[in-house]
């Protein structure tokens, strides 16, 4: 089992910062690739960004040039820096780690944390 804690949510003007972190505890040692997703109210939950165990990192094409996703692995930490942020932006965010015990692979989400970017 793994669970996920996601923090650093809140209100933010347009244009600002906010950098959210997500905190793994339990079976870490199985954790590969990990994803920020968001869900903004009444629209479908859409992937924002993916990373590989080796770093290697995806963007979705609204958040490329102004989202980092980061990952320090002995820290069991998971991060999104956001800048330039939009009203679109105002979302639900969750973290999603997937569990590889090379026989299976068994994703686990957070709670998610609320991003309100106000205009």
């Known amino acids: 089992q793994v669970q996920l804690v996601e923090s650093g949510g809140g209100l933010v003007q347009a244009g600002g910062s906010l950098r959210l972190s997500c905190a793994m505890s339990?079976?870490?040692?199985?954790?590969?690739?990990m994803r920020w997703h968001r869900q903004a109210p009444g629209k479908e939950r859409e992937l924002v960004a993916t990373?590989?165990?080796?770093?290697?990192?995806n963007y979705a094409d609204s958040v490329k040039g102004r989202f980092s996703i980061s990952r320090v692995n002995w820290k069991n930490m998971l991060y999104l820096q956001m800048s330039s942020l939009k009203p679109e932006d105002t979302a639900v965010y969750y973290c999603?780690?997937?569990?590889?015990?090379?026989?299976?692979?068994?994703?686990?989400w957070g709670q998610g944390t609320q991003v309100t970017v106000s205009s």
């Open positions: 339990g079976d870490t040692i199985c954790i590969s690739t």
């Open positions: 990373i590989t165990t080796s770093g290697g990192t």
């Open positions: 999603n780690a997937d569990c590889d015990d090379n026989w299976s692979i068994t994703p686990y």
